[in-house]
């Protein structure tokens, strides 16, 4: 069987929250996914882009990846690199000085550095050579376990990729018809439309699908969220693994790693296509990072109880987690604010909850309170009154009624409860009871 690794997005070097310990956590998890790699004896492994966060690398990022591909070296474990948008190559020349830290860990063989732009009808892709050529070409054929596995790469097409793609897919078709090989891998480095609208850099599905039977595998990089699209056919084409840590606190959520391919032959006839199986590689070094939301305020009697159950909460992740890996803990307060609410001193809270959270354990905590002051608009949505099955529907009319109502500046919270409870008898003379206006009108008098 023939395995390699597949990651992108990797961004060593970058100091999230300006902690020193964050930009330590992105050169952990790449090398500690890396080791997963040398423990399952992949034959090799593929950086999809964004290796670095930063064109103007600090000499820390680059003793970082010197150190893990020196490590894959060792192993005897090729490495197949392009660049991403954060760490492109400006001009095409290989002897400009405004090149790329890839051609660096290229010349020192560390890695084989894909770089072909978009190819035109008489592009002939250049070949690297394995343990011969590292630098300036477009693809390389493995020889493994007497199969030929193709890997072409592309440099960064910017934000009109897509139209790239017949290119692409014109070029690799001759390579593949002069150069037969066994298993085709496209490397490139861009989120399809599912997770990437067009206009802001996307590429569609319909320029994807021009590559289906010319390559077997598109292996991806730039979206940080793990996701798999079908061609056409309906069979698995794209495969994106993700990054392999939080860029952000939006990130805390999703999935993502690094993507295990095994191909394999349903029988032993050499002549068989390639077929092959992916799994999602979560269990290595991630710094845990944690979201609690509270977007039902009015379940709380005032601010500081809201604020009381946030660091309980947060305390409850931090017992859960190594105190040698501190958790990071995002806290969301969404919703619509009760009018009764005093909020003078909020600042001062939200201070006292990063504090405590912590003194208690974690390395940083994010605070958003993004919560409407307008009570002309539902404290509820439909959907969280729907969701809520210990509600009955009165009670639900109740607060909503109750919401309208606390928008009129000269109603006491009394005077909103009785008019809410009125209403709701109204309705009921009316709907239930089927009422004369008489009687109506003589409930409201």
Known sequence: MISFLHLGDIHLGYKQYKLPERENDFCQAFFDICKKA????????????????????????????????????????????????HDFKEVKSFTNNKGSWFESLAQSRLIYFLHGYAPDSNTEFKRLKLNEKYLNGEYIDLEIKNKTIRIIGSAWQGYNAGASFKDYAIAIQKLNEEKPADFKIFMFHGGHENYLAVNRGGISGADFNQLSNIVDYIALGHIHEHYIIQNKDGKDLIFNPGSTEANSSAEADIKRGGLLVNLFEQNLDLNQKLDFRVELIQDYYQRPFYKLKFNNLRSFENIECLFDEALKQSKELILKTSKECKPIINFVFTGYLPKVWDISLLGEYINNLRQNSKEAGALYCLVKWEVENNSKIYALSEDDLNKDKSLSRENKERILLEDILAAEDSLDEISQKQISNLMLEVKDLIINKQASSAEVLAQIS
């Open 38 to 85: 040398i423990e399952k004896q992949v034959d090799f492994v593929l950086v999809a882009g964004d290796l670095f966060n930063y064109r103007s690398i600090s000499p820390k990022s680059f003793n970082e990846a010197t150190f893990v591909f020196k490590t894959l070296k060792e192993a005897n474990i090729p490495v197949i690199a392009i660049e991403g948008n």
